[in-house]
């Protein structure tokens, strides 16, 4: 039977798990965000590729143009997701800690820092990623006031 001091110190490792729970959240909303913008990138390519072979010359170099551009857009998109997405596994890594460290009563806490800050830094740097994919698409607009 579980003692009640064991109930206590489960429910208090829960309350703690909470905040990173609500990350993974944020951060699932930011992954979907970034899946759709790969999604229309990769179907804008798809459409362009289909109509490279029958373009005229001009045409055509400005079809290549475009997917050149496509192609650094999916770059930055993709690797924004893998750090997005391993920022969200830092953030599971660190939930695992904490119940990990509760079950064992073993200071976890530096470990928690660790995993918490390279979850953080994850997440930075594909936020920036991704912000450096929307600007080359604002960039590559061809009606965008210059």
């Given at each position: 039977?579980?003692?009640e001091s064991?109930?206590?110190?489960?429910a208090?490792?829960i309350?703690?798990?909470?905040?990173?729970v609500?990350?993974?959240?944020?951060?699932g909303?930011?992954l979907s965000?970034?899946a759709?913008?790969l999604?229309r990138?990769?179907?804008?390519s798809?459409?362009?590729?289909?109509r490279?072979?029958?373009a005229p010359?001009?045409t055509?170099?400005?079809?290549?143009?475009?997917l050149r551009l496509l192609?650094?857009?999916?770059h930055?998109v993709?690797?924004a997701?893998?750090?997005?997405?391993t920022s969200?596994l830092?953030?599971?890594a660190?939930?695992v800690?904490?119940f990990?460290?509760a079950?064992?009563?073993?200071?976890v806490?530096g470990?928690i820092?660790?995993?918490?800050?390279?979850?953080?830094?994850?997440?930075?740097?594909?936020?920036?990623?991704?912000?450096?994919?929307?600007?080359?698409?604002?960039?590559?607009m061809?009606?965008?006031?210059?």
């Amino acid at each position: 039977m579980i003692q009640e001091s064991q109930v206590s110190a489960i429910a208090h490792v829960i309350q703690l798990a909470v905040a990173p729970v609500f990350l993974l959240t944020g951060v699932g909303a930011i992954l979907s965000v970034m899946a759709n913008r790969l999604a229309r990138v990769i179907d804008r390519s798809r459409v362009l590729e289909d109509r490279l072979p029958a373009a005229p010359p001009d045409t055509g170099q400005g079809y290549r143009n475009e997917l050149r551009l496509l192609a650094r857009r999916s770059h930055l998109v993709h690797w924004a997701v893998g750090l997005c997405t391993t920022s969200a596994l830092l953030v599971c890594a660190v939930i695992v800690t904490l119940f990990v460290g509760a079950f064992l009563e073993t200071d976890v806490s530096g470990v928690i820092g660790v995993l918490f800050v390279a979850a953080m830094l994850a997440l930075f740097a594909g936020l920036i990623l991704f912000l450096a994919e929307i600007r080359l698409a604002i960039g590559g607009m061809r009606t965008w006031p210059r």
